[in-house]
């Protein structure tokens, strides 16, 4: 069974621009969530999807961040403006239950801001 | 004070050592617990949930005191393979599904 899968592995750009982020969940798992580690500071939760719908969105940092799940299948993490501070990579997890179940994580985007 | 706050670390222990963890949470309304171990540079693994009568698999047990909001985790003989950080996890389930990291703590099995 494939994994969560993220694209792209590694992004680089400047101050200003924008940039997406995409995240395949595992196949059948309708919870999708969104995490962030910032250099040296542990991971933070921004958001998590049930199917295509919002369920918890308190963790994003602000409304440079766009996170949209059409079709409740990817999901992606739009960054517009981008500014310094939001380099640090962006992990993706999926799980089939909520709660008591584990998340399953995809091997995270780097994204470094110039 | 973090919400949830693990030993700083880093641990480096012989192989074959016992190692132990320890994990506080603050928010007693947190509901489920993980641990979860992650490689330099890599995702973060689910290594085993944490239920309130302890489990064990293989080499590797974990506790819950609800009471003292206190997890702990327990590494028997240990291997070069343990080495990785090894992360806290709680969830408040009563806010949603907001899964909140501990900063972790870095092991080394040494050989």
């Known amino acids: 069974e494939a994994g969560v899968t993220q694209f792209p592995s590694h992004s680089v750009i400047e101050k200003g621009q924008t940039v997406t982020l995409r995240c395949d969940p595992i196949s059948g798992h309708d919870n999708l969530y969104w995490y962030r580690r910032v250099m040296g500071k542990e991971i933070k939760f921004l958001l998590h999807?049930?199917?295509?719908?919002?369920?918890?969105e308190s963790g994003m940092p602000n409304n440079r961040f766009l996170a949209e799940r059409t079709g409740g299948t990817y999901s992606t993490l739009k960054v517009q403006p981008a500014e310094l501070e939001d380099s640090g990579v962006y992990f993706c997890a999926s799980s089939q239950e909520l709660g008591l179940a584990g998340q399953f994580f995809g091997p995270g985007t780097r994204l470094t801001v110039l | 004070r973090k919400e949830v706050e693990q030993d700083p670390g880093p641990f480096n222990v012989p192989e074959g050592a016992t190692v132990a963890f320890n994990c506080t949470y603050s928010?007693?309304?947190?509901?489920?617990f993980f641990w979860y171990r992650q490689d330099c540079r890599k995702e973060p693994k689910l290594l085993m949930s944490?239920?309130?009568s302890g489990n064990e698999d293989g080499r590797f047990t974990a506790q819950l005191n609800r009471a003292s909001q206190y997890i702990s985790l327990l590494i028997r003989d240990s291997k070069l393979s343990d080495s990785a950080t090894y992360l806290c996890v709680v969830n408040r389930l009563n806010y949603g599904q907001n899964f909140v990291f501990g900063p972790g703590t870095r092991l080394s099995v040494l050989p």
């Open positions: 999807f049930v199917k295509e719908s919002k369920q918890d």
């Open positions: 928010n007693s309304a947190s509901q489920s």
């Open positions: 944490v239920y309130s």
